[in-house]
């Protein structure tokens, strides 16, 4: 029995001192109301209410349970006020997802940024590779979280940012000789890509882009990160597609491609039924202006830019 309803059934039946009225009063017809009564009535252990064909009068018991009834309903009101109160209220907890590369400053800015838009709020920063903070996004357990782009139907990102991706070569390659280079140049060279299950879908695309742009890996080796990345390439024969060169770059050398064939795209993505605020635009903006990005501006869900979104932001 769910007593609450019951005994704002009852209560109202007592107001009215009419079955049909109270009816009225719950948009309900008058045999269900009977029947709520009834029930109520086995739970108190005797009648509530005298009913005649002319008049319906509260019984002893009845009197006693109604300002108890009043009392508690009173009380479950304002409970539920208080509830949507709080649903409409400022923020109480901002967790949000990035990437285990993202600079250590830019990483400080972020968090800065998320106190001063919502300083009554604990704020939790959280580290993981795609999938995982996509898991969280659906799963609620994220407020919003930094993905790349185009991310999968039910996800919500907000504005586009965009870099091009580089290649990171040995300094002692010949390909390091000049600024840029052309991705068919990199032929007979090993890949270092992130690993395919952070981001199955990307993966499979960035692949697909390399041969249809002149450049089929002779091998494709797994790298849970920048640094490992470049420590592959540091090894000898391999390189690496990047949006940025590592903080300890000793060794290595970054080269942009010729035409900017391959863009990586990202977006602060907000989990189903979230909803955007301010902090969502002034998070792209500062990590546009810190850390080198583009704002795209383009629509949700699309792939902007000339290539597919892919490469190392994990």
Do not use: K
């Amino acid at each position: 029995m769910d007593l609450i309803r019951h005994l704002r059934y009852f209560v109202t039946v007592a107001e009215e001192l009419h079955f049909g009225r109270a009816a009225q009063r719950l948009h309900m017809s008058q045999p269900p109301l009977s029947q709520r009564i009834r029930a109520l009535e086995e739970r108190a252990g005797g009648r509530l209410l005298q009913r005649t064909s002319r008049r319906v009068e509260l019984t002893p018991l009845g009197r006693r349970l109604l300002p108890e009834a009043q009392a508690l309903l009173a009380h479950a009101d304002q409970v539920s006020g208080l509830l949507d109160a709080l649903a409409e209220a400022e923020l109480h907890e901002l967790r949000v997802g990035l990437p285990p590369d993202l600079p250590a400053a830019l990483v400080g800015g972020i968090l800065g940024a998320c106190r001063a838009a919502h300083p009554n709020a604990e704020i939790d920063l959280v580290q993981g590779h795609p999938q995982l903070l996509e898991q969280q996004l659906r799963a609620g357990s994220l407020t919003l979280a930094l993905l790349r782009q185009p991310v999968a139907p039910g996800l919500r990102p907000g504005t586009v940012l965009r870099r091009p991706l580089g290649v990171l070569v040995r300094e002692d390659d010949p390909l390091a000789a000049g600024e840029t280079l052309e991705l068919f140049e990199l032929a007979g060279h090993e890949l270092v890509l992130f690993p395919r299950e952070q981001a199955p879908d990307h993966y499979d695309a960035l692949l697909a882009d390399l041969r249809a742009l002149g450049f089929a890996p002779a091998s494709v080796r797994p790298a849970d990160g920048l640094a490992v990345a470049a420590g592959l390439v540091l090894v000898g024969g391999a390189v690496a597609l990047t949006d940025r060169p590592p903080a300890d770059a000793g060794g290595l050398a970054w080269l942009g491609l010729a035409g900017s064939p391959l863009w990586l795209h990202a977006a602060l993505t907000r989990g189903p039924g979230g909803r955007a605020d301010a902090l969502d635009d002034e998070l792209a903006r500062l990590i546009a202006d810190a850390d080198g990005w583009d704002l795209a501006g383009a629509a949700a869900g699309s792939r902007p830019g000339p290539r597919p979104s892919s490469g190392l932001l994990a």
